[in-house]
């Protein structure tokens, strides 16, 4: 070693630099910073940066903004502070401790049923009935109209007694006007306002249908709610704070554990339910969205640093060279990256603060209140997710730089510095992992995510460092025929193997994120956008009493529709399981809670329906014993298998019976089905009311009228513009989705390139070295060929193969649909990973072959 490098390797271990205090590290870091980005060398991962940070604070925006409007919100959303809900009146129990504790109260009963117009040719329509009690409501104001159009305000009172509201839905479908009459069930009502808003309206199914709105105490003489109405019973109850939490203690007391069938309980943060159910599934898309964006970005700065390092080996070795310390080295690239981070997390909030605006635009019939202006902690969040992307995965590659002697660097080697960078790799995916959860807000989505992440660095860097082993030394062998182009590159990819796994681990990771978010967005898309066959049935007639069925069917027969089929059914609760009592909290899912909690319809028939077909089981063949063929989804949800003994209470007595058979049922017919079915004799007995569906077309649903007229009880429901007001809404999701996928698709697009640019100086260098020692154009691009082949294969086979795995756990996991297996994932999956190395490398290496052997060697 010369004495000049001696002294020079002494002074940088010994020292910092002269010069280079404070004030001159930060003006240097400032220079390298201006130098690389004229160079270009920042541009790869101030982009990748940007991306990560929109998206991530575009969904955090919107959050925010949700959270706030929900809390703030949140008394008027439900019209009260606290909820008692019943499938049957609420027990007197209830109100009178609500007023013992000095708590005002309120009441309402909602149903569906059918409204006529009075006069020479009477229309009927379906209509979501509300009656509500004095005082009503009791947070915030329903706001009404003189007529339709004109200027609301807030109701002062309930609707005077003769009188009912209505929306314009309704007002429109009917073609009445305010002040005209309307028929509710054997009463007739002045429509006296319009509804223009209500806060606690809801989004469940009935609620779809136009509103109208009546006094409690005039309910009962409409004739509407007998035995099999579907009426859902709400205790409002508002006060003091105080008195509201004793109240609520009191009311979980009662309720909880099963003690009271049928009644749940709402607070503050249970306000509209099925609003945040249907928000909170599509958040957790739109955040999945964004977690594969932050992810691909990672991927991609990761990349991208590893490549400026490279490119910056001979600049660090001249630096060391002149005395400049580790610490100093640390300190520049740190300034440097630190600033560049602060910079993308800005431009990338601001990017996210006008996506959120985007996505509210799509959202905006979901989110029907005024939201307050978000708060600047997703600014916050996003900028310090910027630079744990950045310091966290940029970095690492530039420390071993900053801790081998001068001499080392100069000769290229890395002695045992190696470990300093993956040590820092190790503590950025960490933090990443941890950032990844923070966003999801939940640890089961964001777990999975960085589970998937860390999982699949750790097994594609694994498969990839073997392949490449196993396949170098199989074209080597004399048994194989290997063309040289083959022989030459899988012996090239070994030779550099931990660039070479790091490219195609980096170019798996990549290509499974576009995977797994293409799949599941198509297979959720699908399922949302899944509609009516042609030919399916778009009317249900339900609330048939029994001395009814034969009128209904000739009237029917007569009007286009023959042989229609009445299926019965009968009211039930699950009460036990093998003989062990079973009540909501004998299940950690929600949906089998809720399902427990609530009557289920029973039905009874000796023949399987068409449109099922036996999962499980035998279906029953003697129908003179108790036996039960249950649906295979409930089957699972509950646990339940061919063998158990399931008991349910009907109308106070106990009916104990065996599966015999798991059904699988298509319910995209939209025909009548049942979750569990019985032999008649079982509960022929049993008081029932009947349903039945058929097709009508468009042009004749005036049919029904006089159906409805002969027999003011039955409800019918017209699918057709509720299914069509459900798409409309999904189809709002959809789009926010799609908008949000294109910042995923942009870092897709990065990661790829960065991985195929990580070697792209190497590839260049060879390349042109094997020019200078012979070989001929098609000798170098045989060569190209076979390891861009050979790369995207392995890469695109692992890509599938993770998106698969992890798409079937997000699926059951958290989206709670059904994924099927694509056969042709994983040929796609390859063929993308060879056509994306194939178009990269070519746009790489295409100048190689079209300029002098010297100067590619010169440029290299």
Not at 587 to 594: I, S, T
Not at 707 to 716: F, G
């Amino acid at each position: 070693m010369s004495a000049t490098v001696r002294g020079a390797t002494a002074r940088a271990d010994s020292k910092p630099a002269r010069g280079l205090g404070g004030g001159d590290l930060l003006r240097q870091a400032i220079r390298m910073t201006a130098r690389d980005w004229r160079a270009g060398e920042l541009t790869m991962l101030l982009l990748a940066l940007v991306l990560a940070v929109a998206a991530l604070s575009s969904v955090g925006f919107l959050a925010d903004r949700l959270h706030q409007g929900l809390e703030r919100d949140a008394r008027r959303m439900i019209a009260a502070d606290f909820i008692v809900r019943a499938d049957h009146p609420v027990d007197p129990q209830f109100a009178a401790q609500a007023r013992a504790l000095g708590l005002r109260t309120a009441s309402t009963a909602i149903f569906p049923s059918m409204i006529n117009s009075t006069g020479a040719q009477p229309v009927s329509r379906l209509a979501a009935i509300k009656a509500v009690s004095p005082g009503y409501p009791l947070r915030g104001a329903l706001r009404i109209a003189a007529a339709p159009g004109a200027a609301d305000h807030p109701a002062h009172s309930i609707p005077p007694p003769g009188t009912a509201w209505v929306d314009q839905a309704l007002l429109d479908a009917l073609k009445l006007h305010v002040g005209d009459t309307v028929k509710v069930g054997n009463r007739s009502f002045t429509i006296g306002a319009v509804i223009t808003r209500e806060f606690d309206r809801g989004f469940s199914f009935v609620n779809f249908s136009p509103r109208l709105m009546l006094r409690a105490d005039e309910v009962q003489s409409t004739g509407l709610i007998t035995f099999g109405s579907r009426v859902t019973y709400r205790l409002l109850v508002a006060g003091a704070d105080a008195a509201v939490a004793r109240f609520a203690q009191f009311a979980h007391d009662r309720v909880d554990g099963g003690k009271m069938r049928g009644v749940a309980l709402e607070s503050l943060q249970d306000g509209q339910p099925q609003v945040r159910q249907t928000l909170d599934r599509a958040g957790h898309f739109l955040t999945l969205v964004s977690l594969l964006t932050a992810l691909l970005a990672a991927v991609a700065i990761a990349m991208a640093a590893y490549r400026y390092m490279r490119r910056h080996l001979d600049s660090c070795a001249a630096m060391r060279c002149l005395g400049v310390s580790q610490a100093a080295l640390r300190a520049l690239f740190t300034l440097e990256f630190a600033g560049l981070g602060l910079i993308g997390g800005a431009l990338g909030v601001a990017l996210g603060y006008l996506g959120h605006l985007a996505l509210l635009t799509w959202l905006g019939s979901l989110i029907d209140v005024a939201l307050p202006q978000p708060t600047l902690w997703p600014a916050f969040e996003g900028i310090a997710a910027g630079l744990v992307l950045l310091l966290g995965f940029a970095l690492p590659p530039l420390l071993p730089l900053t801790r081998v002697p001068p001499v080392r660097v100069l000769r290229r080697e890395w002695g045992d510095a190696g470990r300093t960078a993956w040590a820092a790799y190790a503590l950025g995916i960490a933090l990443f992992a941890a950032l990844l959860i923070v966003a999801a807000g939940e640890l089961k989505l964001g777990g999975i995510v960085a589970g998937g992440f860390a999982g699949g660095l750790l097994v594609f860097a694994c498969i990839a460092r073997f392949a490449l082993w196993g396949a170098a030394r199989v074209v080597r062998s004399e048994r194989v025929n290997a063309g040289i182009g083959w022989r030459y590159a899988l012996a090239s990819l070994e030779r550099r193997s931990s660039a070479s796994a790091l490219q195609i681990t980096a170019l798996g990771i990549g290509l499974m994120c576009l995977l797994l978010i293409a799949m599941t967005r198509n297979d959720l898309v699908e399922g949302w956008r899944k509609s009516t066959p042609p030919d399916a049935p778009n009317e249900f007639i339900i609330d048939i009493q029994p001395d009814q069925r034969d009128a209904v069917t000739q009237y029917l027969g007569a009007h286009g529709v023959p042989g229609t089929a009445l299926a019965p059914m009968v009211r039930g609760r699950l009460v036990a399981i093998n003989g062990k009592p079973v009540n909501p909290d004998s299940f950690k899912g929600e949906d089998a809670r809720r399902l427990v909690d609530r009557e289920f319809n029973l039905s009874y028939t000796t023949e399987l329906p068409e449109d099922n077909r036996i999962a499980a089981g035998t279906w029953y063949g003697d129908t003179s014993t108790p036996q039960i063929s249950i649906e295979q989804g409930l089957a699972k949800l509950i646990n339940v298998k061919p063998g158990d003994v399931l008991r349910f209470d009907v109308t106070g007595l106990q009916v104990d019976a065996p599966v015999t058979s798991v059904r699988k049922l298509d319910w995209g017919t939209f025909k009548v089905n049942f979750f569990v079915l019985m032999p008649p004799a079982v509960l022929q007995d049993f008081p029932a009311t009947f349903i039945t569906s058929f097709y009508l077309p468009q042009d004749k649903q005036s049919t029904l009228d006089g159906l409805i007229t002969a027999y003011p009880n039955l409800t019918a429901i017209d699918t057709g513009p509720i299914l069509a007001q459900i798409q409309r809404v999904l189809q709002q999701v959809i789009g926010a989705v799609q908008f949000l996928f294109a910042f995923t698709l942009a870092a897709g697009v990065l990661v790829l390139y960065a991985a195929l640019a990580g070697t792209r100086d190497e590839r260049m260098r060879e390349s042109a070295l094997l020019r200078a020692l012979g070989a001929s154009h098609r000798q170098v691009r045989a060569v190209q060929i076979a390891e861009f082949v050979a790369v995207g294969a392995l890469a695109g086979l692992m890509a599938a193969i993770g998106a698969q795995v992890i798409g079937w756990v997000l699926a059951t996991r958290v989206f709670e649909f059904y994924l099927s297996f694509d056969p042709w994932l994983l040929p796609a999956g390859i063929a993308a990973g060879v056509a994306c190395a194939g178009v990269g490398g070519w746009l790489s290496l295409r100048h190689v072959l079209a300029r002098p052997a010297l100067q590619s060697l010169r440029d290299a």
